[in-house]
C-alpha cells in the first residue's frame, strides 16, 4: 500500500473547483479509480466532469491526511 496525492479540477455546479486529496493505493491507477468513484459517489459528479493533472506518490513521513496514515501503518 502506498499513499498517492492526487490533484486537479471538477465542475461543481457551473464553476470548475481545484482539489487535492490524499489517498492510499496498491498504486497509481488504483488511486486515480478510487479518486473518480469517491467524486461520483460523495459529490454526483460525472467523471467527465473531473480532470487530474497530477498524482504523485508521497513518502509515508509526509503524509498530512490521518486516515491515509492509519491505512499505512495497518498494513505494515
Known sequence: MKAFRISGRFRMGGAWQPFSK???????????????????????????YITITQATEVPPDQVEDHVVRYALEARK
Open 22 to 48: 490524499e489517498l492510499a493505493a496498491a498504486d497509481e491507477a488504483a488511486a486515480r479509480e478510487k479518486l473518480l468513484s469517491i467524486f461520483g459517489s460523495q459529490h454526483g459528479v460525472p467523471r467527465k
